[in-house]
């Protein structure tokens, strides 16, 4: 149902190179009309063309000759016109691309074909097993795909709980190449599309409890004194004496009279 609306819900201009592979031949046309007089596909007749040309095969044919048209016709092509310009429409003849072959894979199709349509594709293709792919391939088939691999002997491979077995009942689609005495056993399944992580911004009110940090304590190292600036305590008030009195009274005075008033007192000595 929701690729049924998403369908009805596509237009020429919102088509891409992923999505051209959801629709089929005659949608293309429909597409096409539904964007007739729009004036910006107009202006850019050339970029919708080779969207579409990157998942269909696109003849033109320039005749009216109904024999050519039914040629095209028993190929498997669609036959329908098309207005590039405002002048005259043309006629496409036009076939979805068919995905045989490993080479045919790309990341714009590869999340469009299911896990059995793959299966099929690497089987119509492999010799050496999964690890005589490109790593390109791989990494094509690894984007749309969760695979895994086993290799065991015939008579082991299909043994009752084993990987074989709970690699199906998982859902996925197996493909077993076979190696002299032993099997190779490749597991795929369709890949869940991964969820675009979106940011969290947490905004704290003025207002705001900070219920997580009420037991933290945090010591204050701001308002702490530094160590050169910690006063070395001297005697209190009660224990000041006569003897000791002396001892209290700062001698570095920086009043140059009493300055001078001692050197005169040094001189007369």
């Known amino acids: ?29 429909r597409l096409w009309e539904g964007a007739d007089k729009d004036a910006e596909v107009k202006d850019n007749v050339r970029h919708y063309v080779d969207i579409i040309r990157s998942a269909f095969m696109v003849e033109e044919i320039t005749s009216d000759s109904s024999l050519l048209k039914s040629k095209y016709e028993k190929q498997g092509y669609k036959v329908g016109q ?11 003849a036009i076939k979805k691309r068919p995905i045989m072959r490993v080479t ?35 990494d094509i088939i690894e984007s749309g795909f969760d695979i895994s691999t086993t290799t065991l002997p015939k008579d082991r491979l299909h043994t009752k709980g084993g990987m074989y077995e709970k690699k ?19 597991f795929a399944k369709v890949k869940p599309e991964a969820e675009k992580p979106r940011m969290k911004f947490n905004v ?30 001297g005697p209190n008030d009660d224990e000041i004496t006569e003897d000791n009195y ?7 005075s920086d009043d140059p009279d009493e300055e001078a008033a001692n050197l005169a007192d040094y001189g007369e000595e």
């Open 1 to 29: 149902m929701e690729q049924q609306n998403a369908k009805k819900a596509l237009t020429l201009k919102t088509l891409t190179k992923s999505s051209v592979w959801d629709v089929q031949e005659n949608d293309i046309f």
């Open 246 to 252: 002396s001892t209290m009274m700062d001698l570095g």
């Open 168 to 186: 199906v009942d998982d859902g996925f689609e197996v493909l077993e190449v076979p190696k002299g005495t032993w099997v190779e056993a490749i």
């Open 104 to 138: 045919d894979l790309t990341y714009e199709n590869i999340r469009h074909i299911s896990a059995a349509k793959l299966i099929e594709v690497l089987d119509r293709n492999f010799g050496g097993g999964w690890d005589s792919l490109s790593q390109s391939i791989k």
């Open 82 to 92: 098309v207005r590039l310009d405002e002048d005259k429409k043309i006629t496409w």
């Open 204 to 233: 704290m009110r003025d207002d705001e409890d900070l219920d997580d940090d009420e037991d933290v304590e945090i010591e204050d190292n701001y308002n702490k004194p530094d160590e050169d600036d910690i006063e070395i305590e």
